[in-house]
């Protein structure tokens, strides 16, 4: 048994048999074989030889046969290699004199045999060199150490355990079957931890360099509420684990009673909650969970999910959709956020020194008008179909606000011209993710329909950490003092305007911290989907007046740690039965 840790960032507890995932630069595990398994272990690279032999065999045939002899040729080159005495000979060696695992043998010499080859700066040796890593990928495959199978075919639940995801890699992940991942890379608020939550995967990200010690790992537990990962857990562990995913599922079926009462304090202050959803299947989740609306749609993800570029047509189906299923609930959705962490296999930008601080969002959106307008096109179209409102991410400056507002009025203009049926008086308003639009808040609101704090941005730009690297995770506190004091600043501008404002950030799907947001004036929360249950139990438990002793309390606090401890002991007084072990 072997514990890791590293950051958690979607909650909840995964068992299930370990994936490894093939990536550029994976090592093979440096496993050891006891000496009494050794021949089980020739065995074994027996059977994987036999078994590729055979598939190369085939496939030459079935290549040849269709292509000619020459291409097929290409599988009798590979056929030869994978038999040549000297390979096994040292294949053997490594084995039986070193007690190398037959997976690590393999992986240590055919990829000694590959750079050795590219070594020689020969286009017709390196294209050997291709071959002897596909060998290599095969055989392992054989041996069941990695896997090359496409997410896609997967056929049984899996822990996937992995270097990095992409957020469109994540978005990817077949929910039938992946039941949670882990990976070495990545930081609290990236948006592989966002998608994650989205699909209700629990998920560590962080964990360092683990791969190589997944060994034999056969079953994984993921502990994602406390950042934990247990590759071969003993017997009492699993039971332990097992027992808790019961207490959880218990409580989830008492929460889920909840669902249709209102969201509102004891003293009877109504707080809207909503929910932030990637994709538009999302929304039955939304609706099963009571969501009042959806607070926040990533349209995004429309390009990250597919290889091909959202036509007009796309986004509008997609936005129909979800309006329609929200039967008349309100729907914020964004314009593309795309760029930083975000790109998918679209480059529209060369790559950046600072991504984060680069050309990102709308500063992107409007530099790309031939991929901003079919959006608003497709949105003021939507809109004939319910309430649909539109957020910009990333306004740092008002004139960024007016030119995608200009660009809002031409579009209705055109649509009216071209009498295609579309909502002209659309409501605007903006994501707040940076400290300027915090401070320059005064003159925003006059131009604004409504205001949403991304905390999740807010927190990076406020604190100068980057929200996905895992170097920095324990800097990214969205419960810092300064934080704090600029999201209390929103509230008082937004609410002298008479402007609504909302939180839409990760920080407020924390039971704990949601107090203390209320406490600061917020009554507009949007989260993640599996978040509205407790969310909602946090506030039915708790007066204004405690949230506001609270937030007064925190206030007077000087670091993110303190803030934090105090919010989960007061939490654990007033809803007990949300402290899940
Ligand atoms: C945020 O920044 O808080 C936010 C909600 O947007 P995203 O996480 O997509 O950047
Ligand atoms: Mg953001």
């Known amino acids: ?61 079935e290549t040849a046969a269709i292509a000619g002899d020459s291409t097929g040729d290409i599988f009798a080159a590979q056929l ?55 060998i290599e990928q095969q055989l392992l495959e054989h041996l069941g150490a990695v896997t090359r199978r496409p997410l896609t075919e997967l056929t049984e639940p899996v822990i996937v355990l992995t270097h990095n995801l992409t957020p469109s890699e994540t978005a990817n992940l077949d929910r039938r079957y992946v039941r949670g991942f882990c990976t070495e890379i990545g930081g609290p608020g990236g948006h592989m931890a966002i998608v994650a939550k989205g699909l209700e995967l629990p998920a560590v990200v962080g964990i360092g360099d683990f791969l190589q010690s997944v060994g034999g790992a056969a079953m994984v537990i993921v502990d994602g509420d406390r950042g934990i990962v247990i590759l071969d857990p003993d017997k009492e562990t699993l039971r332990r684990y097992e027992e808790g995913r019961e207490r959880r599922q218990n409580l989830a079926i008492r929460l889920a009673q909840l669902r249709d009462l209102p969201a509102v304090t004891i003293d009877g202050v109504a707080i809207s909650l909503s929910a932030n959803i990637e994709f ?17 749609y990533r349209t995004e993800f429309l390009y990250l999910a597919s290889n091909v570029e959202p036509s007009e047509q796309d986004h509008y189906e997609a936005y129909r959709e979800v309006v329609e299923a929200m039967g008349g609930r309100p729907v914020v959705i964004r314009t593309l956020d795309l760029g930083a962490d975000k790109m998918g296999s679209r480059p529209l930008t060369e790559p950046e020194p600072n991504p984060f601080l680069g050309l990102r969002s709308i500063r992107l959106s409007l530099k790309h008008p031939e991929l901003f307008r079919p959006q608003l096109r497709a949105l003021l179209r939507a ?17 960024e606000l007016r030119q995608a507002k200009f660009l809002v009025n031409t579009i209705a203009e055109d649509l009216a011209e071209e009498g295609i049926p579309h909502r002209h008086d659309i409501p605007i308003g903006i994501m707040v993710e ?70 839409c950030g990760e920080m407020s799907s924390n039971p704990a ?28 438990s708790v007066t204004l007046e405690q949230c506001e002793e609270i937030a007064a309390r925190a206030l007077t606090m000087e670091a993110a740690r303190d803030i934090d401890l105090y919010l989960l002991e007061r939490l654990g007084k007033l809803a007990p039965e949300l402290i899940v072990s």
């Open 513 to 540: 911290r949601s107090l203390l947001l209320l406490g600061l004036g917020v009554r507009s929360l949007s989260v993640p989907p599996n978040a509205l249950p407790k969310l909602k139990k946090a506030i039915r």
């Open 1 to 61: 048994m072997l514990e890791l840790h590293g950051i958690p960032v979607s909650p909840g507890v995964a068992i299930g048999p370990a994936l490894v995932l093939n990536r550029e630069g994976y090592r093979i595990p440096h496993c050891q074989v006891a000496s009494a398994d050794i021949e089980e272990e020739t065995l074994r690279l027996r059977r994987a030889v036999d078994a590729l032999s055979r598939g190369l065999e085939a496939s030459r045939m």
């Open 434 to 503: 940076v400290p300027a639009t915090v401070l320059m808040l005064d003159r925003f609101v006059k131009e604004v329909d409504f205001l949403s704090i991304g905390t999740n941005d807010l927190v990076q730009y406020t604190l100068a950490v980057d929200r996905s690297n895992e170097c920095v995770a324990d800097l990214y506190q969205s419960s810092d003092p300064a934080v704090l004091r600029l999201i209390r600043r929103c509230v008082e501008v937004a609410g002298e305007a008479g402007v609504p404002l909302g939180i």
């Open 383 to 399: 809109a004939m179909h319910g309430d649909i409102r539109v957020m910009f991410p990333l306004i740092t400056t008002l004139s």
């Open 280 to 296: 538009p299947h999302e929304v039955a989740a939304c609706l099963e969970r009571g969501a009042m609306g959806i607070g926040l």
């Open 80 to 134: 030869q290699m994978l038999h040549d005495p000297r390979l096994h000979a040292e294949l053997q060696r490594r084995i039986r004199q070193e007690n190398q695992s037959a997976a690590y043998a393999v992986s240590q010499v055919l990829h000694r045999y590959a750079s050795d080859l590219r070594r020689l700066d020969n286009s017709l040796l390196a294209q050997r060199a291709d071959d002897v890593v596909d």
